[in-house]
């Protein structure tokens, strides 16, 4: 989480505020893709872990600037939300554990095909986001179902 954290600085410190934001979503995803273990904590919460949660809400709090930046500057469609950058995560896992070594590098035509439909102009509106409530208990359940099945590729 102290890489994630430091991806978010260095996105921040980037002059272009899309490059900074499109560059950390990439960096985030890549990370990801490199460790199941850090797919995992991007898309679940672990409410008993402060320490990892301090810093997942560090990370978060500069993820929110990035986007304000991004959209302030006219590059990053108004009705993204983070709670649509939770839902990359989600989405990224899902193609690296679906794809494994098989295909291990879809997920990047997949980040690439996100980043395109949130640069602005948007080209149509979108559903509303999901709620901030029902997105965090989305992530408690992915974790309560991460501890109680087998490790991937294990048959337990």
Same mark, same amino acid.
């Not at 995803?29 to 995992?40: S, T």
């Not at 600037?65 to 009705?79: P, S, V």
């Not at 095909?113 to 359940?141: C, H, I, T, V, W």
């Given at each position: 989480?102290? #890489?994630?954290?430091?991806?978010?600085?260095?996105?921040?410190?980037?002059?272009?505020?899309? /490059?900074?934001?499109?560059?950390?979503?990439?960096?985030?995803?890549?990370?990801?893709? &490199?460790?199941?273990?850090?797919? *995992?904590?991007?898309?679940?919460?672990?409410?008993? %872990?402060?320490? +990892?949660?301090? /810093?997942?809400?560090?990370?978060?709090?500069? !993820?929110?600037? @990035?986007?304000?930046?991004?959209?302030?500057?006219?590059? +990053?469609? #108004?009705?993204?939300?983070?709670?649509? @950058?939770? @839902?990359?995560?989600? !989405?990224? &896992?899902?193609?690296?554990? %679906?794809?494994?070594?098989?295909?291990? *590098?879809?997920?990047?035509?997949?980040?690439?095909?996100?980043?395109?439909?949130? #640069?602005?102009?948007?080209?149509?509106? @979108?559903?509303?986001?999901?709620?901030?409530?029902?997105?965090?208990?989305?992530? +408690?359940?992915?974790?309560? &179902?991460?501890?109680?099945?087998? #490790?991937?590729?294990?048959?337990?």
């Amino acid at each position: 989480m102290v #890489e994630h954290v430091d991806a978010v600085g260095v996105a921040l410190d980037d002059p272009d505020p899309w /490059r900074g934001l499109a560059g950390f979503i990439e960096t985030a995803c890549a990370m990801q893709a &490199a460790d199941y273990g850090f797919a *995992d904590v991007l898309t679940m919460t672990f409410p008993t %872990a402060k320490a +990892l949660e301090q /810093r997942r809400d560090q990370a978060y709090e500069g !993820v929110v600037q @990035l986007i304000g930046r991004a959209k302030a500057a006219g590059r +990053l469609r #108004e009705d993204f939300s983070p709670e649509d @950058l939770v @839902l990359v995560h989600m !989405v990224t &896992a899902g193609v690296v554990n %679906a794809t494994g070594d098989s295909a291990p *590098d879809a997920w990047k035509r997949v980040v690439a095909l996100m980043l395109q439909s949130f #640069e602005a102009p948007a080209r149509g509106p @979108l559903p509303d986001s999901p709620e901030p409530r029902a997105l965090y208990k989305a992530m +408690l359940r992915a974790g309560q &179902a991460c501890s109680t099945s087998p #490790e991937p590729g294990r048959k337990d």
